[in-house]
């Protein structure tokens, strides 16, 4: 065997392994959902998203634009599936967890917490799914005035 023969059968392997690497990365960055229902009343002081699903996998990062400028907003999250699993996670700018639930088959999860705006007014959020059938999650929040922040 060649000199150019082995270093060819080396890097096909890698080629294979690097491909597959990219390829989870990228399906693990986007959800499937079927039967969505999407509802939203978004304004700068309150405000909720009502969606509800009929199965969903994957992951998917949402950016829900409420406007005026950073700030710290009380959240309310509430998450309910049939079968499967459920997370969702509130997202500080920077991309960090402000807090996570998750969800438990059958039950109605709820959670309180606190998260950032970034600094154009952005809410980030996280929702995770593994074989989730007949789902629904709901966020409600209140914008903190100084000085009442949890």
């Known amino acids: ?7 060819s059968w080396w890097f096909a392997p890698m080629r294979m392994a690097l491909i597959g690497i990219l390829a989870s990365l990228f399906a693990s ?6 039967g969505d229902r999407l509802s939203a ?8 998203v009502t969606r509800a699903f009929l199965g969903a996998e994957g992951s998917e990062e949402y950016a829900l634009p409420i406007g005026g400028g950073a700030a710290t907003l009380r959240t309310i999250v509430i998450l309910e599936v049939q079968q499967g699993e459920m997370r969702l996670e509130m997202l500080n ?8 639930v998750q969800s438990r088959p059958g039950d109605q999860v709820s959670r309180v917490g606190a998260v950032r705006l970034d600094e154009t007014g952005t809410l980030r959020y996280r929702v995770i799914t593994r074989g989730a059938r007949d789902g629904a999650y709901q966020i409600l929040y209140q914008r903190v005035r100084s000085g009442n922040a949890q």
């Open 93 to 100: 700018p920077g991309g960090s967890v402000a807090f996570a």
């Open 1 to 7: 065997m060649d000199k150019d023969a082995r270093w």
């Open 29 to 34: 960055a986007c959800m499937l959902v079927s």
């Open 41 to 48: 009343d978004v304004r700068p002081d309150a405000g909720n």
